[in-house]
């Protein structure tokens, strides 16, 4: 059993990790040939990332709901959002965000460059108007100066801002974990508790059918039937944005929306209705709450939710029979085993 587990693993991370061995920043993240990475660049884009000139009244930057000491996540069920409104989904890390080919709980952006613009002109996120903020920053002379030496002039537009702040992005990277030093041939490099674990995640739990590769994640998407949380749809302002966001995406039923309706909001197939993507794992163990909704507090939540086939009515999930043992072998393999080594993250001054 141990040993089909693992190669099943090994044969699964294949593809993105060549033989078994580290991620390898610069290397193994994509990086789009209209967008090179360079120093000069990355350092750009971290300003504008901790920049709160990219939200309408000044008080958020990225980094409010990807905060470097919270596993570039927010510590909420659902995220933080523009004064007197609300989110109504929870902010994913960005760790290795570089490597998923899509974006969001939904996959309804495919590249960083892209995503970038969203959260700056979402009206229940940083509510900024676009036309103002290039304004803005284009009257900072430093970033004026730094513009030039990112992109070769001292045009300083949208598409620029997004460019580097998505440079800066892929940059974020988790890779030096016990696991990946174990697959690469460090024997010792996970306790004994977490290689027990480790056998439940590849073996028995199944995790790996869809949590596998470089990312611990398949970038599919699920329907695992994730409860709602009811405290949120009693919410007015968590339907406002739901229905906000249903109209923008031309869902006629818009109005009624009670529900997340995850990835059939962007394909309008039955099949993809309350869908969400699989997560990376990398870093789980510092990005709590789980799940779209954040409806999961703890990794115990999480492992009784799977051990128990989903909630009722999953076809894709079926009861585990987990023993407490294996869950709790379980958790400290997700805890230990997906955690890299700490970094001092080092914060931009801002111009
Ligand atoms: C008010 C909180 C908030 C702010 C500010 C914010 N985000 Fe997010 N971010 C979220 C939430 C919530 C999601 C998930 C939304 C969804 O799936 O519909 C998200 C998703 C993302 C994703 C997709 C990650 C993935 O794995 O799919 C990226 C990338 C991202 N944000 C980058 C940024 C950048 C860059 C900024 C600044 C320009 C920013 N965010 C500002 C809350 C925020
Ligand atoms: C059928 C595919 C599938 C299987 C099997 C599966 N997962 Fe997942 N996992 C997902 C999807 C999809 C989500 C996101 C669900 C959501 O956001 O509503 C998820 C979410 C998670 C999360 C929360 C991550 C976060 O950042 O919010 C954890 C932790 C997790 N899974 C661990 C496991 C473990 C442990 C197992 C094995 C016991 C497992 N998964 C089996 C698809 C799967």
């Not at 750009?44 to 930057?61: E, H, I, Q, V």
């Not at 905060?67 to 290795?96: E, M, V």
């Not at 906000?244 to 039923?253: D, L, P, Q, R």
């Not at 394909?267 to 794992?281: E, G, M, S």
Request: glycine content about 8%; proline content about 7%.
């Amino acid at each position: 059993m141990r040993k089909t587990g693992w190669l099943v693993f090994i044969a699964l991370c294949l593809p993105v990790y060549g033989f078994a061995g580290q991620l390898e920043p610069f290397k193994d993240i994509p990086i789009p040939l209209q967008n090179p990475q360079t120093p000069e660049k990355i350092e750009l884009g971290k300003k504008l990332f901790f920049d709160r000139r990219l939200s309408g009244d000044g008080t958020m930057n990225c980094g409010t709901c990807h905060d470097p000491q919270q596993g570039y996540s927010d510590g909420l069920d659902i995220s933080l959002s523009y004064p007197t409104t609300k989110n109504w989904r929870n902010s994913p890390t960005l760790f290795n965000v570089g490597l998923q080919k899509t974006l969001f709980h939904d996959g309804r952006a495919e590249s960083l460059e892209d995503q970038a613009i969203f959260p700056m002109m979402s009206a229940y996120e940083m509510n900024q108007n676009l036309d103002f903020v290039e304004e803005e920053i284009r009257s900072v002379p430093e970033y004026v100066a730094e513009f030039a030496k990112a992109f070769g002039d001292p045009e300083v537009n949208l598409q620029r801002i997004a460019m580097a702040i998505a440079a800066f992005e892929r940059t974020i990277v988790s890779n030096d974990s016990p696991l990946d030093r174990y697959l690469g041939g460090d024997t010792k490099a996970l306790s004994p508790q977490a290689l027990k674990g480790y056998e439940v995640f590849t073996g028995k739990g199944q995790c790996v059918n869809c949590h596998y590769g470089v990312n611990l994640a398949d970038d599919k998407f699920h329907v695992l039937n994730v409860k709602e949380n009811p405290e949120h749809l009693k919410d007015p302002r968590i339907a406002a944005t739901r229905r906000f966001v249903a109209k923008v995406y031309k869902y006629e039923g818009y109005r009624t929306l009670a529900e997340d309706p995850g990835r059939y909001l962007i394909t309008k197939d039955q099949k993809d209705w309350k869908a969400f993507r699989t997560p990376t794992l990398r870093e789980i163990a510092s990005t709590a709450p789980y799940m779209h909704n954040g409806i999961h507090a703890t990794l115990d939540e999480v492992i009784e939710f799977f051990d128990a086939g989903g909630e009722k009515g999953s076809k894709v999930l079926k009861p585990l029979q987990l023993t407490s043992g294996e869950k709790e072998d379980l958790k400290l393999f997700l805890e230990e085993g997906l955690t890299g080594t700490p970094t001092t993250f080092k914060y931009p001054k801002i111009p």
